[in-house]
């Protein structure tokens, strides 16, 4: 708060003379500002301060060649509220406001004035608003603190493949989907395009469908990255997907043979891989005891929580047409598995 306080002086114009004090010029006067902790005057008299002033208007007096008159105000930095030696003192010291660090308020008492050089109601409002530009600090270095590089090298993959994809042709074509590496069938069981499996996963049919599963990546993708590590996580997430890909495929072919259905569909997007991300989380909420034996770091996941998403999610894709289920069951179960071996091994 003190360093705060401090710094708006320094933009008001007032120049830095000490670690304490900041003066700056006017017409007539020259005012002379002092930022100070409450603990440095706890048990400092009234006589005390008044001489320290006294000796620093000397001091401008005749080393800083002043010839106008000096106005000191004092503006003291309090842990909590202001206490009854405090008040006493505003009684015999002309100058004195208090800032309150627990509540962000600027005080000035009745016998004292808010008229110095315009500094009141700028420098109220300047301390009211440290808490909001604490909080956004707070805030900024907490999402910078959990942001985990493996998720959002995925995330900013998935983005840049978009982007490329949808400027040179139709991304809610089935056919150019598939041109560029979306995964039928028969393109994998009879013609052997296993690349497939791992192209897929970073294909979108449309803005909506890239956001859907980016904004689910990085919220679920940032709690198992931080919980089993990069590498781990890294690994699960790629499998997941190419599991996805295979119980999708399966699927399909299973169907075709059996006459259900005589059309090759066409699939691609992550959520099969973020699939197995929620199923990685399920498993480390079963297993959280020991992987917090591992990371000491590690913090609980809520079980609950972690439930009713997928059921949610789950039960929203087999509401909804066009939503490949398989691969959504393939990549959780996969995902859960693989989670799983990881706790029983480490």
Not at 220 to 227: D, F, H, S
Not at 330 to 336: A, E, Q, V
């Amino acid at each position: 708060m003190v360093q705060a306080v401090q710094q708006f002086f320094k933009q008001s114009g007032y120049q830095e003379v000490d670690a304490a004090t900041y003066v700056k010029a006017f017409p007539s006067e020259l005012a002379v500002v002092q930022v100070i902790n409450g603990n440095t005057i706890a048990m400092v008299s009234a006589d005390r301060i008044l001489s320290g002033r006294q000796m620093l208007i000397d001091n401008f007096m005749s080393r800083q060649q002043v010839t106008v008159p000096i106005r000191i105000l004092t503006v003291v930095i309090l842990d909590d509220e202001i206490t009854e030696y405090f008040r006493e003192l505003t009684k015999e010291v002309v100058g004195l406001w208090f800032i309150s660090k627990s509540e962000r308020k600027l005080y000035v008492y009745e016998n004292q004035s808010t008229k110095y050089f315009g500094l009141y109601e700028p420098l109220a409002e300047y301390v009211s608003n440290i808490n909001l530009v604490q909080k956004r600090k707070e805030t900024a270095a907490y999402v910078l603190s959990n942001l985990q590089i493996v998720t959002i090298l995925l995330v900013v993959t998935n983005i840049l493949v978009y982007a490329y994809t949808a400027f040179h042709g139709n991304v809610y074509d089935a056919s150019y989907m598939f041109y560029k590496g979306a995964i039928t069938w028969d393109s994998v069981f009879q013609k052997h395009e296993y690349y497939r499996l791992f192209t897929c996963m970073f294909l979108h049919f449309g803005i909506g469908h890239l956001t859907s599963n980016m904004i689910s990546l990085m919220c679920l993708g940032t709690m198992l990255e931080k919980r089993i590590g990069h590498l781990r996580y890294f690994i699960l997430y790629i499998l997941s997907g190419f599991a996805a890909g295979l119980a999708s495929i399966s699927v399909q072919y299973c169907k075709y043979i059996y006459g259900i259905s005589e059309y090759y569909a066409v699939s691609a997007g992550a959520s099969g891989a973020i699939f197995g991300v929620i199923g990685g989380l399920i498993a480390v909420v079963i297993c959280q005891s020991k992987w917090q034996k591992r990371r000491p770091e590690f913090a609980a996941v809520s079980l609950r929580g972690v439930v009713i998403m997928t059921c949610c999610t789950l039960f929203e894709g087999f509401t909804i047409t066009g939503v490949d289920n398989s691969a959504h069951v393939g990549g959780l179960i996969f995902g859960l598995i693989f989670a799983f071996l990881l706790a029983i091994k480490s």
